[in-house]
Structures are given as structure tokens and as C-alpha cells.
């Protein structure tokens, strides 16, 4: 095991530290401690197939991070997280998450509806997230 400590991108200021046998490890305990991650240097970091739900990357470094299995970002104001699960494939947008193949046009419409906070050009903008979520991780 290693000490692994991640850093704020711009500050350097410490997000995390702990002891784990790799940086994927590293990240993986820092999300499951509930760890700010906004705004961390993870560049270079070997993710692949990572658990990174509920992970709060926004504005992450991830320069040359190898995402395969694992894809996040913001959209419109929320993070997202594209994720391989023992279950397939899984969305989560804010506070929502679903089984990708869940992401139907139906279903984006009732969130949209409940949601109060998007706009009329939510609808669209979910759509071409599940759309690239379906070719990024499968």
C-alpha cells in the first residue's frame, strides 16, 4: 500500500489522503468517504472501471485519467456519472439515477416535470447525455 494524496487543481490544498494499493483504490475510498473531489487533480490517473458514483468531480483535472468504464461531468448546472456496474450500465444525473437503459424519452419527460429547476431545453440536453453514455460505457 501507498500513501496517495489528492490535491486541489488550482490551490493544491489537500482533498483527500489514505493508504491504498493504487490511485484507482484512492479515488474509489475518497468517494465512498463522501470527499469533495471538485476541482482535484486527478490527471494521469488510471480510473478504468472505477465506482464513481456520487463522486463530485466538477471542474476535476483529468488530463490523460484513463475514464474507460467511467465517464463524469457537469451538464446544465449538474454533475453526472456514466458507470459500468456488476448490474450494466447506470446514469446518474444529480440527484437522479437509473439503469441506463432506463433513460427513456418517458422518463426524462417525468423529470423534467418534476424538476422545476430545468429549463425547456433540459429535454434535449438529457437526451444527448444518455446518447453518449450509451457509446462510452457499455
Known sequence: ????EIKHRHTGALLWSGDAPTMRDAVE???KSRANL???NLAGANLADANLAYANLAGAYL???NLAGAATGSLRGYGWACLSSANG???RYGCEEHALADWTPELITRLCA???SYDDAMPA???ALVAFCREVVR
Open 114 to 116: 418534476r424538476h422545476t
Open 63 to 65: 488530463a490523460r485519467a
Open 29 to 31: 475510498a475518497a468517494v
Open 1 to 4: 500500500m501507498s500513501l496517495y
Open 38 to 40: 471538485a476541482d482535484a
Open 125 to 127: 440536453a438529457l437526451t
Open 89 to 91: 450500465p447506470r446514469l
